[in-house]
């Protein structure tokens, strides 16, 4: 078999619903492979996003370039290949007493899929996107140029290149600033909260906390809408740094989507709310960020049709009513989130397409079914109506109007596109929304 042939592969995103055959060209160590010259391609990490952000025809295969290429112990800096998964990162710095300083709910994402969403995690409101702790990346354009870009270098173009989606250029390299730890466990405390409201007041009351998050009962309705767990945490500083990531049980590609229904869930929701009776606890790293990697291709049990992540921000000052009528409209409709979270996010940056700003932000999980796109549609309106916009890395569907009245900073990016001459960087999402 020739090797084009052999690296032409159906691949798809974490939410299993776009799938493309696509040609796979592999980047090692930090150069471009001559193979994607004068074509059309986007950066593919690990496939973690849940739309059709790193999917086109010509996918720039970036997993193979992984190294870490240095690592100063003392000031906690890290210089590493884009390919490198957040997971790898971990075990290199953890014995050293140093953390990310950003994370998202996996840890098998890139650092390259890190910077090109801006990814945020449970301590946005203290410590902002990843991109605020990246020093300098390495940035290769498509005619060949590579670029260092950091806040004062290429400061225009690294505004464009964190949040841009993979459509700047691919990064090569990162130089990142960790974070010092002394444990390598978290002092974990849980609240239950009945309604909305109470889930609010939790969020401000513990707004000093290094990490919040909470867990919401979306089938709950009513006085009870919006009730839920808030989830607070911080480093724990007793010097313990024994770790390991847990093992993982897999979902096999043959499970019974049925048994994901209403009625599970429920069952589910109620056993885990009433699960929590213990308010404060120590947990691992592992266990507090990334419960969900215990479970490997949990994606699956959603069925081969695949689910949708519908994830929104809307600003604080509307962020009560705008998210009340959210899980109002998901109750009322025949579409289940099956997993609900929300966080406060704290104040927007400067680049131009990053998802945060100051508000909160919810994530829901639908199975896709019969009308769950106009549903989503009629989400959308909600928002608009808050002044919130949706999360780009996330997507799979949204429209371009939609897109676009949330991210004023959209016409910095398309002259920075058109500037740098970046037209042939393109993926599947670009093309939908006209970026
Ligand atoms: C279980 C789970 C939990 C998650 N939790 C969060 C969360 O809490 N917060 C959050 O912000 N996100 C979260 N995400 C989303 C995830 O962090 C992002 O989608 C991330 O971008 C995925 O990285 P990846 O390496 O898999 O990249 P891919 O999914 O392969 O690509 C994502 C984007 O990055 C671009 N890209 C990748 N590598 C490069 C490169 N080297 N150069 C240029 N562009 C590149 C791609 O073109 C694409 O546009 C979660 C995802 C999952 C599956």
């Known amino acids: 078999m020739s090797t084009i042939l052999k690296h032409i592969k159906n691949i798809g995103s974490w939410g299993n619903y776009h799938k493309i055959k696509s040609q796979l060209h592999f980047m090692k160590s930090g150069t471009l492979p001559a193979s994607v010259k004068d074509k059309e391609y986007i950066s593919h990490g690990n496939g973690r996003s849940y739309g059709d952000c790193a999917l086109h025809e010509n996918s720039l295969m970036t997993i193979q370039s992984n190294k870490i290429l240095s690592f100063d112990i003392q000031k906690g800096i890290l210089q590493c290949e884009s390919g490198a998964l957040l997971s790898d990162i971990i075990v290199e710095i953890l014995p050293d007493k140093w953390f990310l300083p950003v994370t998202p709910g996996t840890k098998y994402i890139t650092v390259g899929g890190a910077i090109a969403a801006d990814v945020h995690g449970k301590n946005h409101h203290k410590n902002g996107c990843f991109s605020h702790h990246v020093i300098s990346l390495k940035l290769a354009l498509p005619e060949g140029d590579i670029l260092n870009c950091s806040k004062n270098e290429n400061a225009e173009l690294f505004r464009a290149t964190c949040g841009g989606m993979g459509l700047t250029g691919v990064i090569l390299e990162a130089t990142i600033q960790l974070l010092p730890i002394k444990s390598a466990f978290i002092d974990q405390y849980t609240i239950q909260t009945n309604n909305l409201k109470e889930t609010f007041r939790a969020f401000e009351e513990n707004q000093e906390a290094s990490y919040t998050v909470a867990w919401i009962d979306a089938l709950a ?10 989830l607070v945490g911080e480093h724990a500083k007793d010097n313990n740094f024994e770790f390991s990531f847990r093992k993982k049980i897999n979902v096999p590609t ?23 009776t213990k308010t404060s606890e120590k947990v691992s790293l592992d266990s507090f960020f990334y419960p ?51 966080k406060l996010l704290g104040k927007e940056n400067e680049n131009y397409l990053s998802f945060p700003l100051e508000g909160y932000t919810i994530a829901m999980d639908f199975k896709i ?18 002044e919130g916009r949706g999360y780009l890395a996330k997507d799979a569907r949204m429209s371009k109007a939609f897109f676009e009245t949330g991210y004023p900073k959209l016409v910095a990016f398309k002259n920075i596109r058109k500037q740098y001459k970046l037209e042939r960087l393109q993926s599947l999402q670009s093309k939908r929304l006209g970026l």
């Open 221 to 230: 309705k009513k006085a009870n809408t919006g009730k839920g767990l808030l």
């Open 254 to 276: 043959w499970f019974p989507s049925f048994l994901l229904n209403p009625w599970s869930i429920a069952v589910y929701n109620k056993y885990y709310y009433r699960s929590y």
């Open 292 to 342: 969900l990697d215990a479970v490997d291709n949990w994606n699956r049990i959603y069925g081969s049709k695949g689910f949708l992540q519908y994830q929104v921000v809307i600003p604080k000052k509307n962020a009560y009513q705008g998210i009340m009528e959210l899980l109002d409209a998901v109750v009322k409709s025949n579409h289940v989130s099956y997993l609900t979270v929300l």
């Open 369 to 386: 079914k019969k009308g769950v796109f106009d549903f989503l549609n009629q989400l959308d309106k909600i928002v608009v109506g808050y």
